[in-house]
């Protein structure tokens, strides 16, 4: 059996059915104890309620929005690609791969004896026409830019790191 | 002057991009979260540190805020799983729920709350005094049911509990404040005397 504070608790707070509602409407009038002890728990309860809550410093909302910058401004580059992009490319070359790999299973001819193999040779592209002065240099150019770039962006966060 | 948007419409807002609609989140519940932060640590240093990386914590996974609850629901779940975190970190020494050591030993107080005279201080001083003195999650309960406008399934979501549990110890917690409330004020009388 629940004692009176509990019971008058669950009273106070809404938390009784309707016929223990009406138990304690009828305890409230007849028994002077329940009243009594009902009124000092009611006043507790009002007392509670009517806490202050505390304030934080004036720079607090200043402080997290700033924390919240500076976090998206360190953000690394690998945070911001879109994961979906990143397993998109990786399924290409996976398949790319596989496709590959099992078109030169079915067209290796397992069926070779003897021991003189007959093997073609390979005849590789004649990388000279490809290397003109032209394609050279344009090749040269973009791999200075690159490397320009790769420079830029290695200095920069390190300003960055210095400044945070 | 805070926004008047709805906690939903403020959060599509962030999510959206606009950081000034999430200082408006901030704003309308700091008080609360920095109060709830304060009962776990005890000290304000502590518990703005708490409270700012409870925000920081909320931001990140607002995203994944699924809106099945209140914001404020959620929001403070937070605040009690960063706040423990806390705890543990600085092995803070939150005295136990029934550790009446450390507690002013003073003779029987007669049954009574409203036997006293001797405030020249306001009885919400000797009430904060009080709630100061439970243990965090006594202190938290309470805030949580009188100040965070959270119903006892609200409150059981927050603390990862049932809700019966949460009535049990609410109950608890009361009976511990109001007894500890009684003493400080019966300390107070004597030193008056």
């Known amino acids: ?164 | 002057m805070q926004s008047k948007l709805t906690d939903t419409e403020l959060i599509q807002k962030t999510l959206a991009g606009d950081q000034s609609a999430y200082a408006d989140l901030v704003k309308r519940h700091q008080r609360f979260v920095f109060t709830l932060a304060m009962r776990f640590t005890k000290n304000r240093e502590d518990a703005e540190e708490v409270a700012q990386d409870c925000f920081i914590k909320a931001y990140r996974s607002l995203d994944n805020f699924k809106q099945e609850s209140k914001f404020s629901t959620w929001l403070y779940s937070i605040v009690y799983t960063t706040a423990m975190t806390s705890l543990r970190k600085k092995r803070l020494d939150t005295s136990s729920i029934d550790d009446e050591e450390t507690d002013i030993q003073i003779a029987a107080v007669p049954s009574g709350y409203d036997t006293n005279n001797a405030e020249n201080r306001s009885r919400s001083f000797y009430l904060n005094q009080a709630i100061e003195q439970l243990s965090a999650d006594d202190a938290a309960i309470i805030t949580l049911f009188y100040k965070g406008e959270q119903s006892l399934e609200e409150i059981a979501q927050t603390l990862g509990v049932e809700a019966n549990s949460v009535k049990v110890k609410l109950f608890r917690a009361r009976q511990r404040l109001k007894e500890k409330l009684e003493r400080n004020l019966k300390h107070e009388v004597k030193e008056l005397i």
């Open chain 1, 1 to 164: 059996m629940n004692s009176i504070e509990e019971r008058l608790w669950d009273y106070i707070d809404g938390n009784c059915s309707a016929t223990e509602r009406e138990t304690i409407d009828l305890l409230l009038i007849e028994s002077d104890e329940y009243r009594q002890k009902y009124l000092e728990l009611l006043a507790f309860n009002r007392e509670i309620a009517g806490i202050e809550l505390e304030e934080p410093s004036m720079a607090f909302t200043y402080n997290v929005i700033e924390q919240i910058r500076t976090e998206h401004a360190r953000q690394p580059l690998k945070a911001k690609v879109n994961q979906n992009i990143v397993k998109t490319i990786a399924g290409f070359f996976i398949v790319t791969l596989a496709a590959l790999l099992i078109f030169i299973i079915f067209n290796i001819n397992w069926k070779v004896t003897g021991t003189h193999v007959n093997s073609t040779p390979v005849k590789m592209p004649d990388i000279k026409n490809w290397l003109s002065g032209g394609i050279l240099q344009a090749f040269l150019f973009l791999n200075t830019v690159l490397a320009l770039f790769l420079l830029d962006g290695v200095l920069r966060k390190r300003i960055f790191t210095r400044q945070a």
